[in-house]
């Protein structure tokens, strides 16, 4: 069974499996919560048997391990929520912002960061954007009114998709946000409106076969029919895939199209690259072992078909610098006097959240004469939702609490009726057998996967958010505004 999708090389790994980057500005964690990580993954070195996936712990933030060595907060959360939930850690949020802020300082390069929204609704997260100087990229009114109740300025807001109705259009006009134009219709809609607007064209890459943005002679007519009090402030484009070359090249091509609008009389001063930043969920060695050894064999039913590479050799901020840095873009930038604007989703919530389920019930099946649990938890795999992709979400959840057992190959299954929805279809090394009462926290979630499938099926309520931040030397939560 092979994998399939953007790869990250694999690179040796030479300090623990719970390596910080150098970029972690928060307080270490208590050692005591990676000294019990580090002998889970010696026990299942040793232990593990062929029909159980090998140990893939995610990188955990520092405020998160020190809500997982908490011996009591993290049960008292589940008490008093009465089911699944999700944690939040803004803190996060702040520090990845900042790097990002920091590549463009660092470059000398005029850089605006926008939060692609879509990839989590929590209004704490929409409040640190605006607290450190960053906009959002918002694709629906209700999207444009929850970035602006967290203090987000009109003007700061990025307004973006397709077919956009005639209601955002017309809001996203009156609070002066920037509208990335995708079809024509869009450009007579506004032009109707005689509102003075800030467009960039969202240009369609050479051979791209996306159904967005406009081609070679849809961009030409634009260009000519916009008109005052429309301001062309510049183009975007974006890209699948991880690729930073491919981001910069195409970056670079966009030049020409803001000289050619400027002889036209237009500022045309900002190009949009989009998102696609690369998060790092996993160390390199335990990335590459699961790819080296994938088997069927470590699945309870139906193994998934690609995954996303949860190893990224050079993530978030770091793939902005290596945009940068190819054939000098930043030089270039400078030289013509053009504002790079960025969309990360994901890779501003890195480390940002995790989801926590309570195990209500335990059994234990045999395949080939070897046992393995089944869990079922108290929510959905709709809350957990990289697997409705044909994958799974890999990074191990930590079993809470911490105590001494034997290896279990757990599955994690869901408390509908449905045989697929399983959070974890393969076989995790858990470090004991789980028990009724248990709580399983899965990293690292923030980045859609806590909300973006979510469905009340079968009328089980959504999970709500919770805020977590570190106060006067200890720690302290709070229900995030959209679980109010």
Request: glycine share 8%; aromatic share 6%; charged share 20%.
């Amino acid at each position: 069974m092979g994998l399939t999708g953007a790869q990250g090389e694999a690179e040796a790994d030479s300090g623990h499996r719970t390596e910080r980057r150098s970029d972690e500005r928060l307080p270490p964690g208590p050692p005591h919560i990676e000294d019990c990580v580090d002998r889970a993954l010696d026990a299942a070195a040793v232990q593990r048997p062929s029909h159980c996936a090998p140990p893939m712990p995610a990188v955990i933030d520092a405020v998160e391990q020190r809500l997982l060595a908490e011996p009591l907060l993290l049960g008292d959360i589940a008490e008093a929520v009465g089911g699944p939930f999700h944690v939040l850690f803004p803190e996060r949020v702040s520090v990845n912002i900042r790097a990002f802020q920091t590549s463009f300082t660092q470059a000398g390069v005029d850089g605006f960061v926008y939060f692609g929204k879509k990839a989590n609704k929590a209004a704490c997260v929409a409040r640190a954007c605006a607290d450190n100087g960053a906009g959002i990229d918002v694709a629906s009114t209700g999207e444009l009114i929850a970035a602006m109740a967290q203090g987000v300025r009109g003007e700061d807001l990025m307004v973006t998709g397709p077919a956009k109705s005639d209601e955002l259009l017309w809001l996203a006009a009156r609070h002066r946000a920037l509208i990335a134009i995708d079809a024509l219709d869009e450009l007579d809609r506004l032009i109707a409106l005689e509102l003075p607007v800030r467009v960039l064209f969202r240009v369609l890459p050479e051979g791209s076969t996306s159904r967005f943005g406009l081609d070679r002679m849809e961009l030409e007519q634009a260009i000519q029919t916009v008109r005052a009090p429309i301001t062309l402030s510049g183009f975007s484009f974006h890209l699948s895939g991880y690729d930073p070359v491919a981001r910069s090249e195409q970056a670079a091509a966009l030049l020409g199209h803001c000289r050619r609008a400027r002889a036209n009389g237009h500022p045309a001063d900002t190009i949009s690259i989009g998102g696609g930043f690369g998060v790092d969920y996993l160390d390199a060695a335990s990335w590459a072992e699961f790819q080296a050894s994938l088997s069927d064999d470590w699945f309870h039913t139906n193994p998934p078909g690609d995954y996303y590479p949860y190893h990224f050799p050079v993530p978030g901020a770091a793939m902005l610098d290596a945009i940068l840095a190819h054939h000098d873009l930043a030089a270039l930038l400078r030289d013509n006097g053009i504002r790079l604007a960025v969309e990360p989703g994901r890779a501003l919530l890195d480390r940002a959240g995790s989801s926590v389920f309570r195990v209500q019930g335990v059994k234990t099946r045999t395949t080939q004469g070897n046992p393995y649990d089944i869990l079922t938890v108290d929510g959905t795999s709709l809350s957990l939702s990289e697997q409705w992709f044909d994958s799974e979400y890999l990074p191990d959840p930590v079993l809470w609490p911490h105590t001494p057992g034997r290896l279990t190959p757990t599955c994690v299954g869901a408390t509908t009726c449905l045989e697929s929805d399983l959070l974890s279809r393969r076989r995790i090394p858990l470090p004991r057998r789980a028990r009724t009462g248990d709580l399983l926290v899965y990293p690292n979630t923030a980045g859609y996967q806590m909300d973006s499938n979510e469905s009340g099926f079968h009328d089980l309520p959504l999970p709500p958010k919770v805020v977590l931040g570190s106060a006067h030397d200890r720690l302290r939560w709070t229900l995030d505004a959209t679980a109010r």
